[in-house]
């Protein structure tokens, strides 16, 4: 039987304690826990309570512990059969709690937990061991709460052994466990799987390796284990992808060719925007979207095919035109449906380029693919001018990777407008290493003094094969891509700087930007204060966003080519656009 115990005025410092831990914890899982206090004090006080009996109660690792650093009462409190007992759960945690009092008229409660979800904010404040002693002292002379048994447990945020990566073959990678704890004094490195690789370090917060040459994109793990003073560890792992270099390309080309710019009968224009077909690392696919036949073609042109055949002699006929060019076609499908059911028009556009796809991979299974369109732009995620819509471009990127059986090398949007969006990101990073485009309008400006010399040195279509076959990994190709685009402007900076054009492209790394996106994701809720064409990292600091995020923004861009140093611009513009805002 429990005895009732009566406390004057002078005894208030319990109550006073617990309201004050309420007022601390207000509104967080705690008071459940100051709920088993309060009990206690209405005990004290002589109030009736009824609990809650339990045959028994879960006990961990961390009894022994408690047992063998507190004192007689811990021990009784643990063994005595005349103990209540109780808990309950929930998402986060699973609670049991033990409590005695004993003749001296203390209570001693004992509350274990098992964490479900170390990443809640509850798990967070108490840092402590998946268990605590709370012994309320209620003699005369002393009443004060004694906590025992209380170890700062070795709590990190999630992800501590740093972000996963993407890396390319022969790059060298640095390790670093994001741990400002000074309470962890020894560290271990070790790698869990995939090619073994040379750790250097491995008993340093940071480690670095060279990552191996691979027979395709391969996933390396490595788990980082931190142990605090008194033996207590915890570990997490990091995933680093190795991107396989392919000494073979497929880049297919997309146009939209309507009939005002180049008729169906001109055999010119924008097959010669790529003239070299094919070379032994980079192969061409060209597709045609065209508005005067309302139809999509697949064409396969080899370096013997002359753009110039409509113009070579007067005494061709549209046929023979027509069917010069159509005998590189490989696959075309008609009946497309017009511009303005815009539904329909991209639901036909995502089925004859998913056959195109089929039709490449069937092709070359053992080549890197990459996609490229020349047209006009815009934020939004979709695709061709926006004919093929978000989704239909997602299900296409998805059927052509996953057929693949790896991601896309890039998608190179650095010739339209506009489409270095938040949602372009997000939706093309999925099945893509890199990302090409710029977050302003492209053009706009003349070189100064144009020579056909500089042009093909500075056109990216022109450059890639050379590109393709003089650098071993996908990222220096693409960067050398950006810079020949930084060339462009430096041939333009007279009439730049007379007409205040603006102008930027950047290369996108995928990985780093789908990192980013998880937190972007958590700040932007119910965040409505924004236009499309705002800049993201402008309205990350002008709100105020943490250091963490922003870091993970600023690793997003890998390269860039602007003109920002050729006069003051007047738009605020750092690498992408604003996601699409949210209803009010």
């Known amino acids: 039987m429990l005895p009732n115990i009566c406390l004057g005025h002078q005894n208030s410092y319990i109550l006073t304690v617990i309201r004050r831990l309420i007022y601390d914890y207000r509104g967080i899982r705690m008071q459940k826990i100051l709920l088993i206090l309060m009990v206690s004090i209405n005990i004290l006080l002589g109030g009736a309570y009824s609990l809650t009996l339990e045959d028994k109660v879960l006990l961990d690792a961390k009894v022994e512990l408690l047992k063998s650093e507190n004192s007689e009462m811990a021990n009784k409190l643990l063994t005595s059969s005349d103990t209540i007992t109780g808990g309950w759960e929930d998402s986060n945690f699973k609670y049991s709690y033990k409590m005695l009092i004993t003749a001296s008229d203390r209570i001693a409660l004992f509350i274990m937990h098992e964490i479900y979800n170390p990443n809640s904010s509850l798990v967070k404040l108490l840092n402590m061991q998946p268990s605590m002693l709370l012994l309320i002292d209620a003699n005369q002379k002393a009443n004060k709460l004694v906590w025992s048994g209380y170890k700062e447990k070795p709590v990190l945020a999630e992800g501590f052994s740093g972000d996963d990566q993407m890396v390319e073959e022969g790059q060298s990678v640095t390790l670093m466990g994001d741990i400002n704890d000074s309470s962890f004094v020894t560290f271990q490195w070790k790698q869990t799987g995939g090619t073994s690789v040379a750790l250097s370090n491995i008993d340093t917060l940071g480690t670095s390796f060279v990552a191996p040459n691979v027979v395709q994109d391969e996933n390396l793990t490595f788990e980082l284990n931190a142990t605090d003073s008194d033996g207590n560890s915890v570990s997490d792992s990091v995933t680093i992808m190795v991107n396989k270099f392919y ?338």
Not at 553 to 576: C, H, K, L, M, P
């Open 247 to 584: 000494q073979h390309n497929i880049m297919l080309r997309v146009v939209r060719v309507t009939e005002d710019w180049m008729p169906y009968t001109d055999t010119s224009g924008w097959t010669q925007a790529a003239p070299t077909k094919e070379s032994s690392n980079l192969k061409y696919y060209e597709a045609a979207i065209w508005e005067e036949t309302a139809s999509v073609h697949l064409y396969a042109f080899d370096n013997d095919y002359e753009p110039g055949y409509s113009y070579s002699s007067d005494s061709l006929t549209d046929k023979q035109k027509i069917d010069y060019r159509e005998a590189y076609m490989v696959m075309k499908f008609e009946n497309m449906p017009d511009a303005n059911d815009y539904e329909a028009r991209s639901s036909f556009l995502k089925n004859a380029f998913i056959e195109f796809a089929n039709y490449l991979v069937e092709k070359h299974p053992d080549s890197d693919h990459h996609l490229e369109f020349n047209g006009h732009g815009g934020p939004g995620g979709r695709l061709f001018e926006a004919m093929l819509q978000y989704d239909d471009a997602s299900a296409l990127l998805a059927h052509w990777s996953g057929t693949l059986g790896h991601n896309l090398g890039v998608v190179d949007m650095g010739g339209p407008c506009d489409k270095s969006g938040y949602l372009d990101l997000l939706n093309f990073c999925q099945y893509a290493d890199y990302y090409i485009a710029s977050d302003l309008p492209n053009g706009g400006y003349t070189m100064d003094e144009w020579t056909y010399e500089k042009y093909k040195e500075t056109d990216p279509d022109h450059q890639y094969p050379t590109l393709f076959a003089s650098y071993d990994n996908l990222q220096d190709v693409l960067s050398k891509r950006i810079d020949i685009k930084r060339k462009v402007y430096e041939y333009s900076i007279n009439n730049m700087i007379a007409n205040k054009t603006e102008q930027a492209n950047y290369l996108y790394h995928c990985q780093s930007f789908n990192t980013f996106a998880q937190g972007f994701a958590k700040f932007m809720e119910g965040k409505s204060n924004y236009s499309y064409y705002d800049d993201v990292l402008n309205y990350l600091n002008l709100n105020s966003a943490s250091s963490d995020l922003i870091q993970k923004y600023n690793a997003i861009i890998i390269r860039s080519a602007t003109n920002r140093d050729f006069f003051d611009w007047e738009v605020e513009a750092n690498g992408i656009l604003m996601t699409e805002p949210m209803s009010q």
